[in-house]
């Protein structure tokens, strides 16, 4: 069973900056491909980020690059995403999510195999 849980949302203003975590303390996390993924009411889950296993590779949904950073330490079975320069549009639940032990990284929402209960972000004036 792999648990992840989030932390770091809240209510911000445009132009402000928002760290998010996940932590997941089961022993294989430093061997997953992870994700963050994001739902704004009314439309479909979609892609944010991704890193790989050992941080080394990551992706980014165009809508946030430049913007937002990826990150990991795997000694803290941690990942973050750091968010800058947020915008309305960046208002919505965002979820921490896994992959397979050992799967490759991917943008695709339904590859991803393990999810957390997510954390609000909302960025208003």
């Known amino acids: 069973q792999v648990q992840l849980v989030e932390s770091g949302g809240g209510l911000v203003q445009p132009g402000g900056s928002l760290r998010l975590s996940c932590v997941g303390p089961?022993?294989?996390?430093?061997?997953?491909?992870m994700g963050w993924l994001r739902q704004a009411p009314g439309k479909e889950r979609e892609f944010v980020a991704a890193?790989?296993?050992?941080?080394?590779?990551?992706g980014y949904a165009d809508s946030v690059k430049g913007r937002f950073t990826i990150s990991r330490d795997n000694a803290k079975r941690t990942m973050y995403l750091q968010m800058n320069s947020l915008k309305p549009e960046d208002t919505a639940v965002y979820y921490c999510?896994?992959?397979?032990?050992?799967?490759?990284?991917?943008?695709?929402?339904?590859?991803?195999?393990?999810w957390g209960q997510g954390t609000q972000v909302t960025v208003s004036s």
């Open positions: 890193i790989n296993w050992s941080g080394g590779s990551t």
């Open positions: 999510a896994a992959r397979t032990s050992l799967a490759v990284t991917t943008t695709r929402v339904d590859e991803y195999d393990y």
């Open positions: 089961e022993r294989t996390f430093s061997t997953r491909a």
